[in-house]
C-alpha cells in the first residue's frame, strides 16, 4: 500500500469515527431548544475534512494511544473549529454565504440562531473533555486538556488572531506580522490538536512533546499558506466556498505578500520542517507524515 493511500484510509478513518462521536454528543432535535439543536448539527455533522480530530488520533496513535480514548479529545477540537467557521462567515466577520458547499449557518437559519450556535458549540466541547470517562484520564491530565484548549481558543490563540485578521483589513502589514496572525488564527487550533493527543500520554517525554509541538506549528503555518493559494486559484466546487474573497476584500495573505509562487515555496519548506520533527518516531507516526504531506497538495 502507497503511503498516500495508507494516510487517506487513516483520514477517512477518523473522518468517521469522529462524525459517529459528534451524532452522539451534539444534542438531538428532539430536545428544546430544538431550532438551535438543529443549528448546531447543521454547522457541524457531515462535511469537512476533519483534519484537527484526525490530528489528535494520529498523534495518540504515534505515542501508542488505544484511539477509542482520544473520541473526546477529537470531538471537543472539532467543534471549536466548527464553532469559529459559523462565526468566522457572520456578515461582522467574513460575511460569506457559503461554507463547506452548503448554506452558511446565518443564511440557512439566521444570524441570532448563528451566534447562539457558535456559542453553544464552544460550551459543549468543554463540557465534552471535563465529563469524559472513556479516555479514562486522570484529573490532572483533564485540566491540563482544557486549558490547552482553552488558551488555543481564546485572544492569544484563534480570537486574537481573528481580531489580528480583521484589523490587518486594508493595511499594509510585512510577512512578520503576516505570520504571527496565522500562528494564531489557524495554527494555534492546530497546535492544540496534535498538543491534546500528547496529553492523552502520560509518558510522553519532553523531546517527543516538543518535536510534536513544532511539527504542529509548520503544518498549521503551511495549511493557512495553501488556504492562500486555494482563495487564488481553487476551484470553488472543490474548495466548498467563495474564491477570491481575501483579494476582494483586500485582505493580506502570503500570495499578495511573497507572489503565489513564493508563498508555494514557504510552504514547501514548512512541509519538510515538519517531516524533519517526526524523525524519531517509527511507523506508528505515519497518518502525521502523510497530513504533512497532504497540506500542500490538497486541492480543497
Do not use: W
Amino acid at each position: 500500500m502507497s503511503s498516500d493511500q495508507e494516510f487517506l484510509d487513516f483520514l477517512r478513518f477518523s473522518q468517521h469515527r469522529v462524525e459517529n462521536a459528534l451524532q452522539t454528543y451534539l444534542p438531538n432535535t428532539s430536545k428544546a431548544p430544538s431550532r438551535l439543536h438543529e443549528a448546531m448539527r447543521y454547522s457541524t455533522l457531515g462535511s469537512g475534512k476533519r483534519i484537527r480530530p484526525m490530528l489528535v488520533y494520529a498523534t495518540g496513535q504515534a505515542l501508542g494511544i488505544t484511539l477509542d480514548k482520544l473520541n473526546a479529545p477529537a470531538c471537543a477540537v472539532e467543534l471549536i473549529h466548527a464553532y469559529s467557521l459559523v462565526h468566522d462567515d457572520l456578515p461582522a466577520m467574513d460575511d460569506d454565504d457559503l461554507r463547506r458547499g452548503k448554506e452558511t449557518c446565518h443564511v440557512k437559519f439566521d444570524e441570532a440562531t448563528a451566534i447562539l450556535t457558535g456559542d453553544a458549540l464552544q460550551t459543549l466541547a468543554f463540557q465534552i473533555l471535563s465529563k469524559d470517562t472513556s479516555g479514562q484520564f486522570s484529573a490532572e491530565s483533564k485540566i491540563k486538556m482544557i486549558e490547552q484548549l482553552a488558551f488555543a481558543s481564546g485572544s492569544r490563540g484563534m480570537c486574537g488572531g481573528q481580531s489580528m485578521d480583521l484589523d490587518a483589513v486594508g493595511q499594509d502589514i510585512d510577512l512578520v506580522h503576516l505570520e504571527l496572525m496565522q500562528i494564531h488564527k489557524t495554527g494555534a487550533l492546530i497546535r492544540a490538536s496534535v498538543n491534546l493527543g500528547a496529553l492523552s500520554n502520560s509518558e510522553t517525554s519532553t523531546d517527543e512533546a516538543k518535536r510534536l509541538d513544532h511539527y504542529a506549528k509548520c503544518i498549521g503555518l503551511a495549511f493557512q499558506i495553501k488556504d492562500d493559494i486555494l482563495d487564488v486559484e481553487g476551484d470553488p466546487m472543490m474548495i466548498g466556498k467563495t474564491r477570491g474573497k481575501d483579494a476582494k476584500n483586500e485582505k493580506p495573505t502570503y500570495p499578495s505578500l511573497m507572489g503565489l509562487d513564493g508563498a508555494k515555496e514557504k510552504a514547501e519548506l514548512l512541509r519538510q520542517d515538519a517531516l524533519d520533527q517526526l524523525s524519531i518516531f517509527d511507523h506508528a507516526a505515519a497518518p502525521l507524515r502523510g497530513l504533512a504531506e497532504y497540506i500542500v497538495s490538497r486541492k480543497h
